[in-house]
């Protein structure tokens, strides 16, 4: 049976209660990850099979609408919970203490909570855990007292443009005494999910897979590479479903789109494999040096960072020839190339190399900021992220230059390009940062989009983050504005 949307009006905000669409109420479908949405709040929720929804509309507390519970029965002597409520607290929305007073009046009587890892919480969050031991069998399953543990951990969350509300996410996992305790994927996944998005932009997110390590969007798609898999999943943009799992080599790393073809480095292969996107299938595989991480396509060249080789390949688009390999002196990564240069991050250095596609030799050293750098270019800048030093900094591609360095959010990663902005993952604060190139500034607050954005990619007025909580879980947030 599906639940109908739910709509009201605050003021002059639109308020979505539940999902962004009907749920069943059986068997979630990991496909079906769209965010539930609560007042600028949003969670992704549980991933994977077997979980139970059930919506509950009671007056049990006061709610702004209602719990969304969420059930998964793993045997007879195991089960898992997860649930968000959304709490209205009209008359403590101006108080600076607004978590605290809500911790003491909705989490301290669930037992004896303790703050956990609040630094490591979402921001606007409490983080708080807990262990509950029960003399009930638990499933009427007979055991010695106390016959069942729980272990209970979850967020509350306050929202800067919507202080008179404070969302709780929760999830336990319960077990009878001397069962193997549950591993913690699925609910750090969870809760890790949530994200408070600016009201007027819209967010949405799917499942990114197990172990996602590189996203390209292109020929109507999105394409996902799964590490341990060995394997590149196709993306419906729209719907968030899984299109073709296609296997390539071993830990396909970032991809790239382009001469009519899908191109992914096979890091422990040493290969590229060139997917055909209208078949789905593999219809080359090209050696190369060894640890292929990163390719870039343009005008006719696959270009290739051969980390453990400390080389680049270029590869004929046309005939899946290695045409020249070039040696760097160091170790390159992350990789982007138009006609006029192929621009290299130097690894663990302050150093981007920009090779000359004509000579196949590089022409320039670039000094740019400290740590792990993303390169992305907008036509006529080349923008690099400088995870170490908290900024993004702008070469002028005429000149070799650093001409403007902008602060953003904690450890910028993934960067992406649209007509009127820069797109930074902060990996560290789990938001994105919007930078106007006209005036290098950062424009609005930074957008929450979840657990460590990696990687970004932009399609118009849409923008794509692949968040990896713990290299593990993956999730895809769209960012429409």
Request: one cysteine or more.
């Amino acid at each position: 049976m599906n639940r109908p949307l739910r709509c009201f009006a605050v003021g002059a905000l639109l308020v979505v209660i539940g999902c962004t669409g009907s749920h069943d109420s059986g068997v979630s479908d990991s496909s079906r990850a769209s965010r539930l949405e609560y007042l600028g709040f949003s969670i992704i929720p549980p991933q994977g099979k077997g979980w139970q929804h059930l919506p509950n509309q009671g007056a049990g507390r006061q709610l702004l609408g209602f719990d969304d519970l969420y059930i998964k029965a793993i045997s007879p002597n195991q089960i898992e919970h997860a649930y968000v409520v959304a709490h209205r607290i009209q008359g403590k929305s101006s108080s600076p203490r607004i978590l605290e007073e809500s911790f003491d009046q909705f989490i301290k009587p669930k037992g004896a909570p303790r703050i956990s890892s609040a630094g490591s919480a979402p921001p606007n969050c409490l983080g708080w855990q807990m262990t509950h031991e029960g003399t009930e069998p638990l499933r009427e399953v007979a055991s010695e007292q106390p016959s069942w543990i729980s272990k209970h951990r979850g967020y509350l969350c306050s929202h800067p443009d919507a202080p008179a509300y404070v969302i709780e996410s929760g999830y336990f996992d319960t077990f009878l005494r001397g069962a193997p305790s549950l591993a913690a994927g699925e609910g750090e996944s969870f809760l890790h999910g949530f994200a408070l998005a600016p009201l007027g932009v819209k967010v949405a997110q799917f499942t990114a897979g197990d172990q996602p390590r590189g996203v390209v969007l292109g020929d109507g798609a999105l394409w996902l590479t799964q590490d341990d898999a060995g394997a590149v999943s196709r993306i419906d943009p729209q719907t968030g479903s899984l299109v073709a799992a296609i296997p390539v080599g071993k830990k396909p790393a970032g991809l790239a789109i382009g001469a009519g073809a899908v191109w992914v480095p096979n890091w422990s292969s040493n290969t590229v494999s060139r997917i055909d996107p209208r078949t789905n299938y593999v219809t080359a595989t090209i050696s190369v040096g060894q640890g292929p991480n990163d390719v870039a396509v343009s005008n006719g060249s696959v270009w290739v960072s051969n980390q453990k080789s400390h080389s680049l390949s270029r590869i004929d688009a046309a005939t899946n020839a290695v045409t020249a390999t070039i040696p760097t002196g160091g170790i390159p990564v992350a990789i982007a190339a138009n006609d006029t240069g192929v621009w290299v991050e130097h690894l663990q250095t302050d150093e981007i190399w920009r090779v000359d596609p004509g000579t196949n030799q590089i022409a320039n050293t670039i000094h740019v900021g400290q740590g792990r750098h993303i390169i992305v270019l907008d036509g006529s800048a080349v923008w690099v992220s400088n995870n170490s030093d908290n900024s993004v900094s702008k070469i002028d591609p005429a000149t070799n230059r650093v001409i403007a360095t902008v602060a953003v959010g904690r450890a910028p990663s993934g960067l992406a390009v649209t007509a009127d902005a820069l797109w930074v993952a902060n990996f560290s604060d789990g938001t994105v940062s919007r930078v106007d190139p006209r005036t290098n500034r950062v424009v609005g607050q930074p957008i929450p989009v979840g657990e460590s954005p990696f990687l970004m990619i932009a399609d118009g007025r849409t923008v794509w983050v692949l968040c990896v909580w713990h290299w593990t879980n993956g999730t895809l947030s769209q960012i429409s504005y």
